[in-house]
């Protein structure tokens, strides 16, 4: 029984070390995009949370895939940042969104994705069409 449960926790210990951190691994993102919103930072972060909320939360997936987020809001110069994971994968992140100002009423979105399944330019498409129309535009599920 000694055996069976050092053997166990040998294989967590080794796959735990395999597990990928996606965007926070260190590696490039597969695909990376910078656009201009006519809105404060404050209400792109809030585009950006809603299309978020719409299009991955919210909605059925196949294969009951469940999406979550973390959202930070930026402190002195910081840009704000939302995280999109897998539930049953919280360490990889597939897709972040950093809103920073660019003036009173103006701010930068970056758009990064992982570059595997769904998480492509056509996201980053469909993201920055519903920030900078402030309406969620979500792609196709056939398509993901």
Excluded at 10 to 21: D, F
Excluded at 67 to 89: M, S, V
Aim: proline content about 5%; aromatic content about 4%.
């Amino acid at each position: 029984m000694r055996i069976l449960g050092l053997a166990g926790l040998t294989i967590a210990v080794v796959l735990s070390g395999c597990a990928s951190k996606g965007l926070l691994s260190g590696d490039p993102p597969g695909a990376t995009e910078t656009f201009s919103v006519q809105a404060d930072v404050q209400a792109a972060h809030r585009r950006a949370g809603e299309y978020v909320r719409v299009c991955h939360e919210q909605r059925t997936h196949p294969y009951g895939v469940v999406y979550q987020t973390h959202q930070t809001l930026g402190e002195k110069g910081a840009p704000n940042e939302i995280r999109i994971f897998k539930q049953t994968e919280p360490a990889k992140i597939l897709e972040i969104i950093r809103a920073q100002s660019d003036g009173a009423s103006a701010s930068n979105v970056t758009v990064m994705v992982l570059g595997q399944g769904q998480w492509d330019q056509a996201e980053i498409e469909a993201a920055k069409a519903s920030i900078q129309s402030a309406t969620p535009v979500c792609r196709p599920l056939d398509r993901q």
